[in-house]
Structures are given as C-alpha cells and as structure tokens.
C-alpha cells in the first residue's frame, strides 16, 4: 500500500468529534461539538482511505506528502440530491420566475424533450462537466437521479450513465406524468412500477418519487405509495421529494414506509415535524435551499426541524430548472444566511447529514477507516463558507 501524508493543515474539521472517532450514525453531540477541530494536524492516506489523524508533529512516515500551507480542511461535502444527466437549457424559466411567474413542475417537460434528443456521448460530457464542477467546489459524494426521460430506454439511459460516475443511484421514473401520457396517468404508472422499473432496477441503488398533490404533473399519495413499494420489492432503496410546493403527505408517506430521506420539507406541518424527529435515526429532512433561491418560494424552517430533533441535511438539489448550481458551499451561506442555522450545523448538514440520508458510514467525516474525502479551503477556517459566500473556496484534495 503507498501512504500520503497530508500536511499544513492549518485547522481540520473532522466531523467525527473530538476524540475523532463518532460515527455519522451518532446524533448524541450538537454540531459544535462534533465539528472535532484539529489545529496544526495532518492526515496519512492509504490507497484512499484515511489511516491516520493527528497533530502534525506526531504524523508518521510516508511514502509522499503533500504540504497545504496552512489552509482549512472539512470533509468532502456529500450532495444526497442531485439531476445531472439532462440535456438543454432552462433561462427562459429561470428569468419569467425572477418576474413572478409561479414553479409548479410543468418545465421539467422541457428537459424531458432535451434529453431524448441527446445522444450518449452528448449526456455522458454535460455529465462529465456538471461532476468536475462539484469536485472543483469540494463534494467528493454524488447522488444522481435519472428523471428527464420518462421513457423506458431513457431512464435505463440515464442511470447507466449516471453509474459511470457513482454508486449513489437513483431510479425518478416518478418525476412527472410525460405529455403523452397526460391522459392516461394509471397507464403511466403501470409503465413506471412495470417494464421501467425491470430495466432500470439493475443500474439503480434508490427509487424516488415526486409526491406533490399540488402540482398536476407529479404524483398523489397513492400513487407515489405505489412507486416506492414497488422500488422496495425490487431492492431499492427509499427516497421522497416530499412538500416543495405546499403542505401534502410526501413526509410522512417517506416516514411511514422508512424512506432514508425525504427532500424539500419546504412546507410542515407540526404532525411533520413530530414525524422527522421521531424518524430521526431512520429518514433524514434533506433541504434544498438553492431551489428557493431559484424560485423566489420561502425557505423550509431549519430551526423548527433541528430545536425538535430531526436529523437534516443540506443537498444542491442541482437541476436545469429550479437550482442550476452543485455549489455545496453556496447552499451552506444560503442555510446560514436564510435558514438562520450556524455555520457548524450547515457544515454537519452538508457532510455527516448528506451522509446519513445516503446511508453511508464512510463518508461524511474525516476519521481513520473512512474515504479520504478530503475539502481544502483557501481560508483559515470552515466559516469562510459562509463569510465568503460565491468565492471559490473549497475544492476536492486529488
């Protein structure tokens, strides 16, 4: 095995808490606490898992290192939500929103018909291009959705290529109802829960649903129950886009069934919130707050989920729509700066909490036996983040 060690590191952030070793499943410490800062420490890589954590004069040999001069490092963000295997261009939506025009789903339809036109090698290079640009800004963890196929060949296209780049796969036959099947929902999901989910089940991890009764291109309960029992039965994973656009039954429809997260939690009730805390070990409240800055909608109540014990996490949510950015320290200043969470809780959210709606014991934290999913910040600290927000400050430690 060949051993790195990573050194001038000027304070590192190992998520992992101070005797550097928690595990994301623990939720006994506050954010502060679990932070786990290190001053003067050093990190020893080997074949690219984490074999040593300390302070810097203690480190042992190596076979290389590599000097990073004093600059911060957090573990590599983990982005739990993400549509980055799409094709065409949404300004147009983007700008008549920014002029009141209201979001209510019906534009995903244009990246459908974007991305049945593109070719492999066309969707394999946006692919390509949108997973540098989140490693470029420190997330070394992906979750990416199929959904603008909506077609059976095009959702099995979809995720074979999204599982060129990661294991964090996610069947969303259930995004919308396709215009041509517009008059024939029952046929759709027939389809979705049928033929659609055989083919794409092979290249999946995770089965997600769109339920939102508010809008006429998603899914009600019932249906999106349908969709997510039949995921399970073909080995997937749970995933929800729960009450983006309103107060519906998307929370407790993924808290009822133990779906591992639940996204938006935009619009809660108290029965929601009694549900997230009291599903706390189980399904996380992933928060997108890009979108709402995309769309002008109001921020989910942070607060209100953390004060009751939820567990949270912060996601890009990155989509030609309604939040065309994969910049997790962008929505780490949003949650500081618009959801009123610390700066400590929105760093958590964005690594043990991303980890934790994935399911995922190796990432998240800078800990021995983890990924080396390293973060290198140009600043001094991890409150730069938010400090700085729209600089480039983190990157992924190649």
Same mark, same amino acid.
């Given at each position: ?5 990573v ?8 998520c992992a808490?101070?005797?550097g ?14 932070l786990?800062v290190?001053e003067g420490?050093?990190v020893?890589v080997?074949d690219?898992w984490?074999?040593?954590?300390g302070?810097?004069?203690?480190a042992?040999a ?8 004093g600059?911060a490092?957090?573990?590599g ?11 065409g261009?949404?300004a147009a939506?983007?700008a ?15 990246s459908?018909?974007?991305?049945r036109?593109?070719s492999?090698?066309?969707?394999r290079?946006?692919?390509a291009?949108r997973v540098?640009e989140?490693?470029?800004l ?12 909506l077609?059976?060949?095009d959702?099995?296209?979809a ?5 060129e780049?990661?294991?964090?796969t996610t069947f969303l ?12 929902r029952g046929?759709?999901?027939d389809l979705v829960?049928g033929?659609?989910?055989?083919a794409?089940?092979?290249?999946a991890?995770w089965?997600?649903v769109?339920?939102e009764?508010r809008?006429?291109h &998603?899914f009600?309960a019932?249906?999106?129950?349908? $969709? *997510?029992? !039949?995921?399970?039965?073909?080995? %997937?994973?749970l #995933? ?5 656009l ?19 939690c ?5 029965a929601?919130?009694?549900a997230l ?15 709402e800055?995309s769309?002008?909608?109001?921020y989910p ?6 004060a ?13 729509g309604?939040?065309n ?12 700066r618009e ?5 400590a ?5 964005a690594?043990?909490g991303?980890?934790r709606a994935l ?7 800078? &800990?021995?036996?983890a990924?080396?999913?390293?973060? $290198? *910040?140009? !600043?001094?600290?991890?409150?730069h %983040?938010?400090? #700085?927000?729209g ?5 992924a430690?190649s």
């Amino acid at each position: 095995m060949t051993a790195r060690l990573v050194t001038g590191i000027g304070a590192l952030v190992t998520c992992a808490g101070p005797g550097g070793d928690v595990p994301v499943g623990d939720r006994s410490l506050d954010a502060a606490t679990r932070l786990g800062v290190v001053e003067g420490a050093a990190v020893v890589v080997e074949d690219g898992w984490v074999a040593w954590v300390g302070p810097a004069a203690q480190a042992p040999a190596a076979d290389d290192r590599v000097d990073l001069q004093g600059r911060a490092v957090v573990p590599g963000f983990v982005d739990s939500h993400a549509h980055l295997v799409s094709a065409g261009d949404r300004a147009a939506e983007f700008a008549a929103r920014m002029a009141g025009t209201p979001y209510d789903g019906g534009g995903i339809g244009v990246s459908v018909a974007a991305t049945r036109a593109a070719s492999d090698d066309e969707l394999r290079a946006l692919l390509a291009a949108r997973v540098a640009e989140a490693r470029a800004l420190g997330t070394t963890t992906l979750e990416v959705k199929s959904g603008y196929g909506l077609t059976v060949e095009d959702e099995a296209r979809a995720l074979r290529l999204a599982a060129e780049v990661t294991d964090e796969t996610t069947f969303l036959g259930a995004h919308v109802v396709p215009a041509e099947w517009r008059d024939d929902r029952g046929g759709y999901l027939d389809l979705v829960t049928g033929p659609m989910l055989a083919a794409c089940a092979p290249h999946a991890h995770w089965v997600d649903v769109f339920c939102e009764p508010r809008s006429p291109h &998603a899914f009600t309960a019932e249906e999106a129950r349908r $969709v *997510l029992l !039949a995921g399970r039965a073909a080995g %997937l994973g749970l #995933r929800v886009h729960g009450n983006q656009l309103g107060p519906g039954p998307g929370v407790r429809l993924a808290v009822e069934l133990g779906a591992a997260s639940v996204d938006h939690c935009t619009f809660l009730d108290d029965a929601d919130v009694d549900a997230l805390a009291a599903a706390s070990d189980t399904t996380v409240a992933t928060l997108l707050p890009g979108v709402e800055f995309s769309t002008r909608m109001p921020y989910p109540d942070a607060r209100r989920l953390l004060a009751a014990g939820a567990s949270v996490a912060l996601a890009s949510d990155c989509n030609p729509g309604t939040c065309n950015t994969a910049a997790m320290p962008f929505v780490i200043a949003l949650a500081v700066r618009e959801l009123r969470m610390t700066g400590a809780e929105a760093l958590v959210a964005a690594t043990v909490g991303g980890a934790r709606a994935l399911r995922r014991t190796d990432v998240g934290r800078v &800990a021995v036996g983890a990924r080396a999913d390293l973060a $290198v *910040l140009e !600043a001094p600290s991890y409150e730069h %983040l938010a400090y #700085r927000p729209g600089m480039p400050l983190a990157r992924a430690l190649s």
